[in-house]
């Protein structure tokens, strides 16, 4: 039968403290848990080792013994052998391995040294914390714009959740306990969504301000006037002054985007106005754009 290096099972040096060890096993049984990975029997294989390196390292009296020997395991024998001669029990720490063994959970290597494993052994009694759930949630930016109510379909669990104003693209909420079961009375574990929002054609947003741009025509822009404008949060009319250049652009406090999670706050709304020159002018139009070109001092 072949050695087992257990430290390498575990992925620890031989220096590894008693936390060092907990921490390496239970980042392990996490990972390749049965109850996680049901039909994964390389997993299940992987999760027996770790738990027969945990049973050795985790305890200090195994953990001399195993260290004592090594890969001379065999000597291992005839200590015990002349333990036995003396009168002293087959047994390390005062625990018979042998009352509770299973042949299918723990090496010959194991069995040899220790004789099987202890009652109660670790393995039963670690209590893991059940996966976490990730997903992406692509909402637009009219419902960002709202404080409103979603299902959602996650491993076959439908989740009802509450989106609320002002949500951010990127930004990741957690929904405590809505992720995977615990094992062996563990807690559940979280559910993580991260939402996906995307600009409207011509709304931009940043933070908590909206930027857009208008169109104004010619005259608008010289004798000034009133421009209807439609935002998220309805229909605006600007007053538009006399003279406006192209490229201006004003602000509207308050007429941005909600705040998240501070009701009755919004960021501003800026508006870039752009001036259509006018096309397919009539000879008349041109004759008086010429007479007023004569007279601009």
Known sequence: ?????????LGINKNATEDDIKKAYRKLARKLHPDLNPNDKNAHAKFQKINEANEVLSDPVKRKKYDQYGEQWEHGEEYEQARKAQGRPNNVGGQNFSED???SNFSDFFASMFGGASEGSSRAQVK????????ELAITLEE?????ARTLKIHDKNIRITIPAGIENGQTIKLKGFGGKGVNGGPDGDLFIKFSISNLPNVKRLGNDLYTSVELDLYNAILGGEKLIETLSGKIKLIVKPETQNGTKIRLKGKGFPVYKKEGEFGDLFVTYHILIPTNLTEKQIELFKELQNIVP
């Open 1 to 9: 039968m072949s050695f087992i290096d257990y430290y390498e099972v």
């Open 144 to 148: 960002a714009f709202i404080t409103h």
């Open 128 to 135: 893991f914390r059940g996966q976490d759930f990730h997903s």
């Open 101 to 103: 063994f299973d042949e």
